[in-house]
């Protein structure tokens, strides 16, 4: 058995075109256009190509974007004050903090002060909370696990009553992930460094989400025939036979697990491409609410 490709650049593509037509549908209503604010502090490349392709998502589905830089050396009344004045104006739906932060500034006290109505990367402490509670729903979903939920519904993945595997436990992808899970209905076991015999647990799966950062450590033979298999990871290998003198893998030895697995995501191309297209989602939702409060 041979899996099915779960086509990541596809998927995300179709729910940008969803987003483009919520925002017509806004405007067409004679409400305002939606708007994300990224703010980037200091020189940090990757950052700035993240924030760079954030903002030109948020064009091409309508959205108005604002960008705003801050020196590495800026305080944190600095960040905190440009924060405060994001939260006070209407224009900006949403408030994206680019991470990390240079190491002098709190991260977490920069993105407790993020207003709840616009927290679209979906980490204040009251939207994880309200995640993790039963009977309670968050206002925004952190964009990466958002994604992988997003893909498994999308490929008609059912994951009520599925026994579902997360490996990783960060704040970012895999306690979320896990959370989402168990508020749909699966039997969700949560893995990392201390769980004993490891393949094993990954073996019982009828959904595995790998976001430990370990390049191609899930093997074909921990991998359940039949599984679902989403592979968040993106690391880099040595490969002197490309231009780039390295390539990119995922968490999942794919050529092995694809050949078990019912359905699987690739690296790159997969999980990634999603991350931005929920936060547009994310954002088109925060403006449906500023219209209709």
Request: charged share 20%; aromatic share 4%; proline share 6%.
């Amino acid at each position: 058995m041979t899996a099915e490709i779960i086509d990541g650049k596809k998927i995300a593509e179709e729910a940008r075109l969803e987003v483009a037509r919520g925002v017509e549908n806004l405007l067409a209503a004679g409400k305002p256009r939606p708007g994300l604010a990224t703010v980037l502090v200091g020189e940090d490349p990757a950052s700035q190509v993240y924030v760079r392709s954030k903002q030109k998502a948020c064009a091409q589905v309508g959205i108005e974007s604002f960008g705003y830089k801050l020196p590495a050396t800026a305080s944190q009344e600095e960040v905190d004050t440009l924060v405060a004045e994001l939260n006070a104006n209407p224009q900006v739906n949403g408030i994206l903090v680019q991470l990390p932060l240079p190491k002098h500034l709190d991260e977490e006290r920069v993105l407790n002060a993020i207003s709840i109505e616009k927290d679209v990367d979906g980490f204040h402490p009251l939207n994880i909370g309200r995640l993790a509670q039963k009977g309670r729903d968050p206002l925004f979903i952190p964009c990466t696990p958002y994604g992988v939920i997003y893909l498994l519904e999308q490929t008609g993945t059912k994951i009520s009553g599925a026994n579902a595997v997360v490996l990783g436990r960060s704040n970012i992808v895999g306690m979320p992930v896990a959370l989402l899970l168990v508020r749909g209905n699966a039997t969700v076991t949560i893995c990392h460094s201390r769980t004993r015999d490891l393949p094993s647990v990954t073996r019982s799966a009828d959904i595995l989400v790998a976001a430990v950062g370990r390049a191609e450590m899930v093997r074909g033979d921990w991998v359940k025939p039949g599984a679902v298999v989403i592979d968040v990871g993106v690391n880099r290998v040595d490969d002197p036979t490309v231009e780039k003198g390295y390539r990119l893998v995922g968490d999942v030895a794919f050529d092995e697990v694809k050949e078990v697995a019912r359905a699987i995501t690739p690296v790159p191309g997969g999980v990634g491409p999603m991350t931005i297209a929920m936060l547009l989602k994310n954002t088109l939702h925060a403006a449906e609410l500023a219209a209709n409060s």
